[in-house]
């Protein structure tokens, strides 16, 4: 069974400077540690000469694995503050990088943490988010003279249109809440006479705009 899950729809990035150090968080989807760690080198790859890349994800749905690294910074001022930052937004299959380029003035402990955390929130902030909801694919045929019945039907319900394939017959995929879908296929059968007939598929993801926490 499918848990919904919130993340980043795509690589987001923004940019900071606090007392003339620079600071580039980087968000992104991921979907393992190893997807998280390759998303991790790359951004040591592509700011090689940065002072340090500290890096926070969280994998999984059901049970949610984390991981986080303050990179040389002094211990607990950079990762687990990232890290907590994703846990308050709820991020899950997600890695986070916040890239440090020293600017010469010391920050210290708390600056540290204010500057990273501070860092995270705001890419977090500008990133599409996205929230994968279980959803049950379904197969529905139906005659052509009820197309325009099930049209109708489908503008004040829950249910997505994926595709159409015409023959004899029409055949359309669905994707359909899970909660929703028996009573839309009792309405369904009961719109077209008993010619509607439905095959669920099993289930798949399908992202839906996030609320901002």
Known sequence: MLISYTAP???CRTETEIQKSRFIADLGPVSSMEEAAAFWDARRKEFRDATHHCFACRIGTGQVQERSSDDGEPQGTA????????????LTNTALVVTRYFGGIKLGAGGLTRAY?????????????????????VRLVIPYDAVGLFEKYAEGTTLRVTDRAFTDV??????????DWPQQERDLVNLTAGRARAETLGEVYVPLPAERK
Do not use: D, I, N, W
């Not at 990762?79 to 709820?90: I, K, T």
């Not at 705001?122 to 996205?130: D, G, I, R």
């Not at 029409?170 to 909660?179: D, F, I, K, M």
């Open 9 to 11: 729809e795509r690589l």
């Open 170 to 179: 029409v055949t359309l995929s669905l994707h359909a809440l899970p909660a």
């Open 79 to 90: 990762g687990h503050p990232m890290l907590r930052v994703l846990q308050m937004q709820g």
């Open 117 to 137: 955390s501070g860092a995270a929130a705001s890419v977090c902030q500008e990133a599409p988010l996205v929230t994968y909801t279980p959803h049950l694919a």
